[in-house]
């Protein structure tokens, strides 16, 4: 099967806002693009968030077996902008906090599938005080495309089972949103209501349905 190559963007204008040391920088573009037929497009406005210092970000599913059933494990993630940039003309001011998958943003040496899976190592370890080793852990799938119309952002996801070991007290990365997170250990079928309920975000529903979609192939 033959894939169209995609039309060629020319870049007339650009300009950064923002300075180095901001979480986020926004790109202001006018762009066209070369249709098949070599002719442009007229000129439209392109603007693009990008991320400082990295783009993209691992998220896992993290399982342990509880006597006939598995356990997924949820974090409650403060998200301000739910509660502070909301379009209240929508149904009214949605909570700051979702419960989501452990998931972290790639540091500069998290290099290939070995860095992929040390990260998911290192935020399973800060957020869930779980202890899994890197090679434990399995993709779910190719990388999602979170909000590709502002945000060139991949979330690589993965799964892994976790070791007999006991859980330690997650110790966060230091900062506010990230202080006494609540924890939750809840079946496949509570944390997906969870999804269906608006409570979850994207990344977390998806992984889930991926994951409970390679449990029932496995078990038949």
């Not at 439209?44 to 509880?66: E, F, I, N, Q």
Request: hydrophobic fraction near 40%.
């Amino acid at each position: 099967m033959s894939v169209e190559q995609p039309d060629e963007l020319v870049i007339l204008s650009e300009q950064v806002s923002g300075d180095d040391g901001d979480f986020l920088r926004r790109w202001h573009r006018k762009i066209c693009h070369r249709r098949a037929d070599g002719t442009l497009t007229a000129p439209y406005k392109c603007d693009s968030v990008v991320r400082t210092p990295g783009m993209d970000a691992v998220a896992m599913v993290l399982h342990r077996r509880r006597a006939t059933f598995l356990e997924v494990g949820l974090r409650g993630s403060l998200r301000p902008a739910l509660a502070l940039d909301a379009d209240l003309r929508r149904g009214g001011r949605p909570s700051p906090r979702l419960w989501e998958l452990p998931a972290g943003i790639l540091e500069a040496d998290d290099q290939g599938d070995d860095g992929l899976r040390r990260r998911c190592s290192a935020e399973a370890l800060e957020e869930m005080g779980a202890h899994v080793a890197p090679g434990d852990f399995v993709p779910l799938g190719p990388p999602l495309w979170l909000s590709p119309g502002v945000i060139a952002e991949r979330v690589y996801l993965f799964e892994a089972a976790l070791p007999e070991t006991p859980l330690t007290r997650p110790e966060g990365d230091g900062s506010p949103m990230e202080e006494d997170a609540p924890l939750r250990w809840l079946t496949v079928q509570d944390a997906l209501a969870l999804c269906r309920q608006g409570s979850s975000d994207a990344k977390t529903e998806v992984a889930l349905l991926r994951f409970a979609e390679r449990v029932r192939a496995k078990t038949g």
